[in-house]
């Protein structure tokens, strides 16, 4: 992709639309929109890397209600032409192809490279990735079972979501609360996940979520780490300009 000039790529991840309660987010959804509406006369594209909902599950003909600002917005950037690009989290896994059909927006359950500008990217939520998060790799099998997908299908929508919003809480593998600190560079899964992919192709950025911390750590002289951070305490999001990438808080 070629960035036309005065044009940027922006990243956000992990808003947790829903989380403790839909009211209780509902500023925080407000505040995204208005980030998207600040955003919208300079974007090439839009990259969400998960967990934009704390919730997310797809049955034959129900979603989820609520969050109607927020996908109110993102059809309209989409209609007028702005590439959105979504990459689950470990909180939406369930999403199918919903975005894809009403959105026009890509949905990818594994990171992706990308190339703008000839400046090489690879982008992804990052959950389940590296040396560590084994409990979660586990569970996730498990979620992701398409028998388990089924049998939860069959739960009725107000059940299910019920129990879903309180394992998505209450539970620290789904949640990703004690990994909200940071564990040193050497201790970082991500990081030393970003370095062995460099061992056989070189990326300028490694770009990822989940983690709920702004990061910028170089990898070497010419290869960055970058998290995103959330939209739950830090309003950070990444701003691509062409030539550099810049991690931003928005205000």
Known sequence: MNIPEGKKIYFSSDNHLGAPTAEASLPREKKFVAWLNAIEHDAAAIFLLGDLFDFWFEYKTVV??????TLGKLAELSDKGIPIYFFVGNHDLWMDDYFKKELNIPVYHKPQEFTFNETTFFIGHGDGLGPKDKGYKRMKKVFTNPFFKWCF??????IGMRI?????????????DDDAKFLGEDNEWLVQYSKRKLETKHYDYFIFGHRHLP???DLNEKSRYVNLGDWIQYYTYGEFDGKTLSLKKYE
Do not use: C, M, T
Not at 64 to 69: E, L, S
Not at 153 to 158: A, I, K, T
């Open 215 to 217: 990061l910028e750590i």
């Open 64 to 69: 989820p209600k609520g969050f109607v600002r």
């Open 164 to 176: 879903a919003q309180y394992l998505s809480v209450k539970n620290k593998l789904i949640s990703g």
């Open 153 to 158: 299908r069959w739960l009725h929508p107000d």
